[in-house]
């Protein structure tokens, strides 16, 4: 592929709306360099794709080790009052964590990507906090389990955006780590030295980009959360930051209760947000937060499934978007790896609060499905901190061609097209997936599907937690 490649496609939505014949030239990395519409078929010098293409979907939040534990803490706790709750699933989460080895994590994470890159989500915010061996004893390289998520990345061909994560304590005011926790707590310049490692490696990848996670206002202070900001800045300016805020009811009682203020309100009050921010899951917010959020630029990450299977609540939609809030979705634990899934869950949490329906849609006559699977474009690219998220000059070849013979999408098109795919039957309807430039996909089949899948299966075997 020395001199790229051009695809063409009788249907494409572009950021200026669906053209028909389009032609999309890519360069040998990857990036499109020229878009003509109204062209004329070449079959010796095009691909051409088999039905309507859309932009890939970024994942904006991922724990990549959570896959190989999705489905397993769905029993009832026994013990005294049998509760169930976020925090009995964090236990089990956290006694999984402790067997993974770098070579566990990258047959993990790689097996999850390529369900992404099937599922049309071309590419992933990995939110990335196992950093350390057993016991937390350091790696001689700080770096290895990072580099296990890229190379996994890499094999499966989506792109990344590594967020190794910030977790200082235990909990508020201090609180000494849990033996499951152990592995996860870092100092600022340990942090740093994660992050430079990666960021030396893989600056000129166009595949990878490297930012910045606080865990949460629980398990950082603000003057190690400052110390990793001013390093990851100096690195390069406009490194993504993402954080975990307000997703249980008992993180906004322990934030007031500790700082005087409710997680948004403390983040906003301590940090600059912007455009590099991106606040995950921001579930339990008041109005004034909501406005403050919905101003900032700020991208809110929303993960849909996760946020119900874990009990945490349904974020503020509506007035928040009537704001200008910009969002992005995420598939967090990946009980789910399915952008459908994510997008309907969205709005229908809204409708059965308010007995209404096509609440996103953005005003008489407004498609439902455009509008989210448009402003998670936006804001997933924007949160990953690469030029994803539209089929345009400039950015990554990343889109996803729709099976136009699936029967539920029979006979759509345009806007209809993309409010059947989401809100029509649970099948997958994608033909082809190209990311970069490189089709890892076809015939609904992942390149690297059965060897991925194998060593998965073994790795799966020998797992005892
Ligand atoms: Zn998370």
């Known amino acids: 592929m020395t001199n790229g490649i051009t695809v063409f496609g009788e249907c494409v939505w572009l950021s200026s709306g669906w053209m028909e014949n389009v032609a999309i030239k890519i360069d040998p990395i990857g990036t499109i360099t020229d878009i003509e519409t109204n062209a004329k078929y070449e079959s010796s010098l095009m691909a051409r794709l088999p039905g309507p293409a859309i932009p890939g979907m970024p994942n904006l939040h991922s724990h990549a080790h959570q896959r190989a534990m999705s489905g397993l803490s769905e029993f009832r706790a026994s013990g005294p009052g049998g509760e169930d709750s976020f925090w009995t699933w964090r236990d ?196 004034s937060e909501i406005s403050a959020l919905a101003t900032s630029g700020a991208v809110a990450g929303l993960c849909p499934v996760t946020e119900a299977n874990l009990g945490d609540g349904i974020f503020p939609l509506i007035p928040y978007l009537e704001q200008g809030g910009r969002i992005g979705i995420g598939s967090d634990s990946h009980n789910s790896v399915s952008i459908i899934e994510e997008l309907r869950l969205l709005e229908y949490g809204q409708r059965l609060i308010k007995r209404r329906r096509n609440l996103a849609a953005p005003g008489p006559g407004g498609s439902t499905g455009v509008r989210l699977y448009a402003d998670s474009l936006k804001g997933g690219a924007q949160a990953c901190g690469r030029p994803i998220g539209e089929i345009s000059k400039g950015k990554r070849a990343d889109f996803v061609v729709l099976d136009s013979a699936h029967p539920n999408l029979i006979d759509r098109s345009k806007d209809n097209l993309i409010d059947s795919m989401i809100f029509s039957g649970n099948t997958p309807k994608f033909q082809e997936v190209w990311i970069g430039g490189k089709r890892q996909v076809a015939n609904g089949r992942h390149v690297r599907e059965q060897d991925t899948l194998d060593t998965y299966s073994n790795v799966i075997r020998g797992l005892d937690f």
């Open 92 to 287: 089990v989460m956290h006694r999984f964590a402790e067997v993974l080895t770098p070579e566990i994590l990258e047959a993990v994470a790689t097996q999850l990507y390529v369900e992404m890159v099937k599922a049309g989500y071309t590419a992933v915010g990995e939110f990335h906090y196992i950093h350390h061996g057993p016991n937390g004893v350091a790696y001689d390289d700080p770096s290895e389990m990072s580099m296990a998520l890229i190379r996994a990345a890499t094999w499966a061909g989506i792109g990344i955006t590594l967020l190794p994560v910030l977790y200082e304590n235990g909990g508020y005011a201090g609180k000494p780590a849990n033996a499951g926790q152990r592995r996860f707590i870092s100092t600022p310049d340990q942090l740093l030295d994660i992050i430079n490692a990666v960021e030396t490696i893989h600056k000129a990848d166009p595949q990878v980009r490297v930012g910045f996670a606080p865990h949460s206002p629980r398990q950082v202070t603000p003057e190690g959360m400052k110390a990793v900001f001013d390093g990851v800045t100096a690195m390069s300016a406009d490194a993504p930051i993402h954080i975990h805020v307000a997703e249980q009811e008992k993180d906004v009682t322990e934030s007031v209760e500790f700082t005087g203020k409710r997680p948004v309100e403390w983040v906003l009050e301590n940090f600059d947000v912007g455009t590099r921010w991106c606040l995950i899951h921001a579930t339990h917010l008041i109005e």
